[in-house]
């Protein structure tokens, strides 16, 4: 039975940054595609960013700019969003999720997730 398990979330000024980690237990991890999506209060959960299971693919959303990264370490079963330049407009729960996409796929789509966490907590806040 896949598992996600995401951590790293906390209180963070503007400016500031943090690194989530999605722990994923259960399957061989290079088999899945995952994804980091958010949902602030009040609002719809959108998607942030997704790594293919090759690690060789990432799909961003285009409001991000350039200012969060994807990775995958297959080794550890883990992948992680470093989160750089914060801003109050990113608090939200932030989620991974996952889906099976074949060994060494390059498919990365921020849809069609079959399986989720339960979520971390970001609040960027002064």
């Known amino acids: 039975q896949l598992q996600l398990v995401e951590s790293g979330g906390g209180v963070v000024q503007p400016g500031g940054s943090l690194r989530l980690s999605c722990a994923v237990s259960?399957?061989?991890?290079?088999?899945?595609?995952i994804g980091w999506f958010r949902q602030a209060p009040g609002k719809e959960r959108e998607g942030v960013s997704c790594?293919?299971?090759?690690?060789?693919?990432?799909n961003n959303a285009d409001s991000l700019k350039g200012r969060f990264t994807i990775s995958r370490d297959n080794a550890k079963n883990t992948v992680y969003l470093q989160m750089n330049s914060l801003k109050p407009e990113d608090t939200g729960v932030y989620y991974c999720?996952?889906?099976?996409?074949?060994?060494?796929?390059?498919?990365?789509?921020?849809?069609?997730?079959?399986?989720w966490g339960k979520g971390t907590l970001v609040t960027v806040s002064s």
């Open positions: 999720a996952a889906r099976r996409t074949g060994h060494y796929s390059n498919y990365c789509q921020l849809y069609g997730m079959a399986y």
């Open positions: 790594i293919s299971s090759s690690g060789v693919s990432t």
């Open positions: 259960g399957v061989t991890l290079d088999y899945y595609a």
